[in-house]
């Protein structure tokens, strides 16, 4: 049976992205050896490296003033990273949920942190708005895709300090201002490549304002002065993410696989809306791309075992909502194929015909 992969992370690649990294795993290049046993330092691995550049850049517009690095560990490692480098007295935190809160908690180890807006008081099933950002901080730190509760920022914000985000769970699936942030981050494993690589984008000036003497692999200006080759690099993270970031190119880019999430996202949450079984999570203008949360709707909570199994003999895999929120979170990230979105959909609507009270 075909399995739909709603899997929120590590979580769906591109079929030709998997095979072609199979490929370079028993033949890179037809150099005759394994990606997995070459040096980094030489220049075929150079030449993925220039490409991903190359690539990450057109696809995402990157300005030239912004540098592009990689390094191991994980959006997690960058949590306590970030504060390091950047935080001397104090930075201001967006908290929209788990993620952003793991980011504060280690923020705090290095100065003070200033909640400038949460959506704690209502369960993180929105995006707060409109909030002031004080001129005094070092930074301010948002989550644009809160992967666990399915919300996510629609806009790029504009802040007089700056911006920097943790873009783990929705880069490249929607078009985005570079030039609003100072710096965009993420762990690679959910839109881009398998586990075990951070991306960075930053830009140049920054790497002027980091406020402490840090151990050599914990400042960005290591990673950036070395070409993210001051040591081994997640050689094939990087290279995956590289023929992820081809793939995307040959699909069209970032506006045509905007296009494709919106539609699937829509097609989605136009059934929770419409079925009577089920209902959404999050208020509908902060309504996640990526994520997407649902419930049984009131009357019917005690469906949401029997559906469970329903959908897996139907093939969908992965649609277990996080144990915070409960019910279900089918994750849409770029490679998901509409046909996946159409069969979750199609099975709502059967189960539905013989449970509607
Ligand atoms: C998955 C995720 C993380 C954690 O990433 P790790 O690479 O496992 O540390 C952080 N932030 C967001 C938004 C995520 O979705």
Known sequence: MK???????????????????????????????SLLSISHRTKDFDEVMAEADALFR???????????FYVGGGASTMFYEVAANFLGKKAGYVNTGVWSKKAIKEAKRYGEVEIVASSDD?????????????????????TTNNTIYGTEYHEDIASPVPLIADMSSDILSRPVDVTKYAMIYGGAQKNLAPAGAVFAII????LDKIVRDLPTMVSFRTHVENN???????VFPIYVLKETLKWLKSIGGVEEIYRRNVEKAQLLYDEIDRNPLFRGTVAKEDRSLMNICFVMADGYEELAPEFMEFAKARGMVGIK????????????????????VEALVACM???AKS???
């Open 228 to 234: 993210s080759m001051f040591n081994t690099p997640p």
């Open 3 to 33: 399995k739909h992969n709603f899997n929120a992370g590590p979580s769906i690649l591109p079929d030709e992205v998997i095979r072609k990294a199979a490929e370079a795993i028993v033949d890179f290049n037809g150099s005759g050896l």
């Open 349 to 351: 609507q059967e189960f």
């Open 203 to 206: 830009r140049e000036d920054m």
């Open 122 to 142: 209502r369960d993180f099933t929105y995006i707060p708005k409109g909030f002031a950002i004080p001129e005094d901080l070092d930074y301010l730190h948002i």
């Open 321 to 340: 909502g996080h144990r915070l929120v409960g019910g279900f979170r089918a994750s849409c990230y770029n490679a998901l194929p509409r046909e996946s």
């Open 355 to 357: 449970h509607v009270k």
């Open 58 to 68: 057109e696809l995402l517009r990157i300005p030239d003033n912004y540098k592009i």
